[in-house]
T-cell receptor
């Protein structure tokens, strides 16, 4: 299977919370990132977490890391239509530092 | 000022042609990358380059070659373009020790 896996689609109602999940295989992953890609645009780094952390909160964004299960999640509180985009999970290990990306989750926010 | 800039933004060319995509970063980063994003949005690393080392994804055809005239630039040259090369190509840069990659806006390459 893929080194980094994500669900392809997530649909939520405006105002609800969104949770985007990511699982990975490389237990040596040191840096774990979430990127956002809006239509026709490049990738924007949203937030990141180091492997020695369990959680990081940044305004409406909460990142949770479960190293035992190799599971990373991104929670977006009070999801807005402007949050509609593709969200990529990316990981890098201390060896190569080259980010490896998941296939991205398309978040669709409807009124 | 744009941190990572790529030119051109769109490139339409015929099969068999040779083309280049330019990338410049003003972040002072040591490491630059080229990624290919296919029609299903899958991002795959093509090259990673700093002033010491070029790491090539072995699945990348040798028709693709990165060229770095200096630390702030990493251009992508593609020879003998094929239909399957159509994709969006992203340049990125990072400091080598934290790999927080900053991306350009992408170059949409269409081979006809």
């Amino acid at each position: 299977g893929e080194d980094v896996e994500q669900s392809l689609f997530l649909s939520v109602r405006e105002g609800d919370s969104s949770v985007i999940n990511c699982t990975y295989t490389d237990s040596s992953s040191t840096y774990l990132y979430w990127y956002k890609q809006e239509p026709g645009a490049g990738l924007q780094l949203l937030t990141y977490i180091f492997s020695n952390m369990d959680m990081k909160q940044d305004q409406r964004l909460t990142v949770l890391l479960n190293k035992k299960d190799k599971h990373l999640s991104l929670r977006i509180a009070d999801t807005q239509t402007g949050d509609s985009a593709i969200y990529f999970c990316a990981l890098a290990s201390g060896g190569s530092y080259i980010p490896t990306f998941g296939r991205g989750t398309s978040l669709i926010v409807h009124p | 000022d744009t941190a990572v800039s790529q030119t051109p933004k769109y490139l339409v060319t015929q099969m068999g042609n040779d083309k280049s995509i330019k990338c410049e970063q003003n972040l002072g980063h040591d490491t630059m990358y080229w990624y290919k994003q296919d029609s299903k949005k899958f991002l795959k690393i093509m090259f990673s380059y700093n002033n010491k080392e070029l790491i090539i994804n072995e699945t990348v055809p040798n028709r693709f070659s990165p060229k770095s005239p200096d630390k702030a630039h990493l251009n992508l040259h593609i020879n003998s373009l094929e239909l399957g090369d159509s994709a969006v190509y992203f340049c990125a840069s990072s400091h080598p020790r934290d790999s927080q990659a900053f991306f350009g806006q992408g170059t949409r390459l269409t081979v006809v």
